[in-house]
């Protein structure tokens, strides 16, 4: 079945290539399923019975459910869940008053968090289902000792210490879920006690005529407030992103206490010299220089944060900026420093945008990848078993819980070293 068909725009004129859509003969079908299957973006999925796969947000694998077919996207369609007709045993009701709401199936909802309905352990167990199939499809086959059970959060809700606010001046709050549309958000169950504080504080500005949005491209833009429970209140500003933070503090120590696992081993030997990069504001760095190595190159994008890096005084940290978006940039840094023997990586959710000169460095024997995206992790990962890396051990790490997101921490190590 042909997903997008086009016909010539009759008001054209002859010659003319202008084409318009048709719609569809699948959308606005309803029908009925089985959730076979939950989708890296945390929606499930179920197949139509002429064999297209279907996308809907809302449910479980399992569940017996009534969607409606609203669009095509090339080789899959997405619906809106009408019905959960035979619930799964892993459902509850979520506890956010903003969650999507089947009884006004045309409320807009919240987009922040996708799986408030399912409970805690099904959300765990699934997360450690895509990772163990991934490694899989890389290796062929996973070890226990290659992968350890994802490590849960300490707080299913209110863990988050940071969040970034949209308001029109009227309203507060975050984007709704597959829109830009406006959810006005009074309490969030995800954020920590000073964070909700804020949101408290900064809703009892409202109306404010100061953040009133301004169109841009026909589109309505939004004042943007960023928040962290680590800022004193007069410090926040519109439209002023704060400083990469990982958002869930307990989590992040679970991190950072990997990594010094992971290293430890090697940190006593004088000749070991690290190369860190995407090093942020020092969060890794910190680690690595409580471990006493003694000559630790940290690279950063941004100058603000390697400012900041600089301001912490580590012993045997030599900060740096760089462009590490850019190969020619990264292999200069890699020749620069081609006598470093490991290699920490927390690259952002894209991974490795210029690999090639990190591939080709022959002094790594150990690479400790820190990854927020299970997908371009895996990919990257591949890349260094192909030049003579081993996958020595994976810890999945639910830095979001109520979200699909996974965190990973992946060792390798050279073969043979």
Known sequence: MKLNIFKPNKGSGKGSTQQTAVKHPLEGVVFTGIVRDVASNGQAVLEHSCGVAVFVRGAWIGERITVKITAFKKRFAVAHLLSVDEPCEQRITPACRHFMSLTQPHTPSCGGCAWQFVDYDAQLAQKQRWVRSAIERLTGQVSQAALAPIAASAEAMGYRNRAEFKSDGRILGFNAAQSDALIDIKTCGLLNAQVAEYLAALRARLPNPQWIGQKRKGKKSYTLL?????????????????????????????????????????????????????????????TLAALGFEQIIAAEVVPVAVDNLHSLGL??????????????????????????????????????????????????????????????????????????????????????????????????????R
């Open 226 to 286: 960023a928040v962290d429970d680590a800022m004193p209140a007069e410090a926040i500003e519109a439209n002023v992103r704060r400083p990469f933070r990982q958002g869930n503090s307990r989590q992040n120590a679970v991190l950072q206490q990997w990594l010094h696992d992971a290293l430890s081993p090697v940190a006593g030997c004088q000749s070991n010299k690290v190369l860190e990069l995407f090093a942020g504001s020092g969060n890794f760095t910190r």
């Open 315 to 416: 012993p045997g940290v030599q900060a740096e900026v760089a462009d590490l978006f850019d190969e020619a940039a990264l292999s200069t840094l890699c020749k620069k420093h081609d006598d470093a023997t490991i290699l920490v990586l927390d690259p952002p959710r894209e991974g490795l945008m210029c690999s090639k000169p990190l591939f080709e460095h022959t002094g790594f024997e150990r690479v400790a990848y820190i990854s927020c995206d299970l997908a371009t992790c895996m990919r990257d990962v591949q890349g260094f078993m192909a030049k003579g890396y081993t996958l020595v051990s994976v810890l999945p790490v639910d830095m979001f819980p109520q979200t699909p997101h996974v965190e990973l921490c992946v060792l390798l190590e050279r073969t043979g």
